[in-house]
């Protein structure tokens, strides 16, 4: 496989080649969606080490109530989300700002779980939520046009 058809394969087409273009987001709004995914991550991963060293942990990275397996574990869970939307983002999966918008919205409900033990990290990763569903709704605008045009 020669690099410029892995090009047209992965950024070209996209997964699920056979969806309807309707559905999919314009390159550069993939690599927006892409990009500020990659950087909520980066800033989740902040909360959760800044809120350790405060001494009031995000429930998912407390180390003194959840063993060192298990502890991985959640860490590795909370951050699949953000890495699965980037990784959709990336290679122009169909549905992407439906996607990203209920990623977000999961996001929000793991802020608003950790409100009582750790009330500054909810509210930064609230923040952080409510940043990536306005990239959500603004990635709306980059829908590929169908062939009657739009």
Request: positive net charge.
């Given at each position: 496989?020669?690099?410029?058809?892995?090009?047209?394969?992965?950024?070209?087409?996209?997964?699920?080649?056979?969806?309807?273009?309707?559905?999919?987001?314009?390159?550069?709004?993939?690599?927006?969606?892409?990009?500020?995914?990659?950087?909520?991550?980066?800033?989740?991963?902040?909360?959760?080490?800044?809120?350790?060293?405060?001494?009031?942990?995000?429930?998912?990275?407390?180390?003194?109530?959840?063993?060192?397996?298990?502890?991985?574990?959640?860490?590795?869970?909370?951050?699949?989300?953000?890495?699965?939307?980037?990784?959709?983002?990336?290679?122009?999966?169909?549905?992407?700002?439906?996607?990203?918008?209920a990623a977000s919205l999961l996001v929000a409900l793991l802020?608003?779980?950790?409100?009582?033990?750790?009330?500054?990290?909810?509210?930064?990763?609230?923040?952080?939520?409510?940043?990536?569903?306005?990239?959500?709704?603004?990635?709306?605008?980059?829908?590929?046009?169908?062939?009657?045009?739009?």
């Amino acid at each position: 496989m020669t690099t410029r058809s892995f090009d047209r394969i992965f950024f070209d087409v996209g997964l699920l080649p056979d969806v309807h273009e309707r559905h999919r987001l314009t390159r550069g709004w993939n690599k927006t969606v892409f990009v500020g995914w990659v950087g909520f991550a980066l800033a989740l991963a902040l909360v959760g080490a800044s809120s350790q060293m405060i001494g009031r942990p995000a429930w998912w990275a407390d180390d003194t109530r959840w063993s060192g397996a298990a502890l991985v574990v959640l860490i590795l869970a909370v951050f699949a989300l953000p890495t699965a939307v980037a990784l959709w983002a990336f290679f122009a999966g169909p549905w992407l700002p439906w996607l990203s918008g209920a990623a977000s919205l999961l996001v929000a409900l793991l802020a608003f779980t950790d409100r009582d033990s750790s009330p500054a990290a909810a509210l930064v990763t609230g923040v952080l939520a409510l940043s990536m569903l306005l990239l959500s709704i603004g990635s709306w605008s980059g829908r590929r046009a169908n062939e009657r045009g739009r």
